[in-house]
């Protein structure tokens, strides 16, 4: 069994823990019982299902996009869910690392899957990391010539599995150049109208937000912010795999978008 250093040596190569918002809360978050690990599951948020699962199927770490826990706690009880996941994991003898925003600012991370799904070219950073431009906050990139907003939302919901898309803004207009947020990109909005973007492709925007970018001349399309990322922790437990010898690695078979459409 590989030893846990050389697991999270790969985690740290494949999303380097630097690329993380200041604000963030990455890297091993819980400790494994044991230095050697053999099982790891991949998944985007840990809900008790997902931690059910990890129990079940022994894993040895849990690598869960969306930290937890994401702030201190000042008690880990069995009164809440989130004490509850955790409580079962650590009983388990499972670890839990997050990337969460290193993974989506990575090179080869979500935003540049999104950028590749999309079909965009010319893909840059919207903020390109001080250190290293060819990394850093969102991507954009541009569009094929003649696809428009509707093109855009369609070619997105194909991709990543989706029936329903929200977006903000005349579906007949070109989708220009092309800005990427994973997640909750509706924060976004002033950073993507600085880096030159006519359309914001991101998870989830509030209605005050939407306003704000009609406002500024943009235009966005909303997947679902589950949906913007859950497709890449697939990848994510493929690529770890290949890096580490001796590791087993899938992603986590029972989690489920918590909203649906009736």
């Given amino acids: 069994m590989p030893p846990l250093k050389a697991v999270t040596t790969a985690l740290e190569h494949l999303a380097p823990l630097r690329l993380a918002a200041s604000w963030d809360a990455v890297g091993l978050l819980v400790a494994p019982r044991r230095q050697a690990i ?31 826990p994401f702030r201190p706690v000042p008690r880990i009880t069995a009164d809440t869910g989130p004490g509850r996941v955790l409580l079962d994991l650590i ?29 965009l070219t010319h893909v840059a950073p919207i903020e390109p990391d001080a250190d290293l431009p060819a990394v850093g906050f969102g991507r954009a990139g ?57 359309t914001l492709f991101t998870g989830e925007v509030k209605l005050h937000q939407a306003t704000e970018a009609l406002a500024a001349g943009m235009a966005v399309v909303a997947v679902g912010h589950h949906a913007s990322e859950r497709f890449s922790m697939e990848v994510l437990a493929k ?17 489920r978008d918590p909203l649906g459409w009736l």
């Avoid at 969460?100 to 979500?110: C, E, F, L, M, V």
Wanted: hydrophobic share 40%.
């Fill in 38 to 68: 053999e099982r790891v599951m991949t998944c985007l948020t840990l809900t008790p299902e997902v931690a059910a699962e990890a129990v079940r199927e022994r894993a040895d770490l849990v690598v869960s996009h969306h930290p937890l």
């Fill in 142 to 198: 541009t569009a094929t010539e003649g696809c428009t907003l509707a093109d855009l939302a369609g070619r997105g919901a194909e991709a990543l599995g989706v029936r329903h898309v929200q977006i903000a803004g005349d579906p007949h207009r070109p989708a220009g150049r092309v800005g990427i947020v994973c997640g909750s990109g509706g924060d976004c909005i002033e950073q993507a109208a600085r880096g030159g973007c006519d």
């Fill in 239 to 255: 690529k770890l795999a290949a890096a580490v010898d001796g590791l087993f690695c899938w992603s986590s078979r029972d989690e």
């Fill in 91 to 119: 009983g388990a003898g499972a670890g839990i690392w997050s990337s969460h925003t290193a993974w989506d600012s990575a090179s080869g991370g979500i935003n540049d899957q999104l950028a590749v799904l999309l079909g």
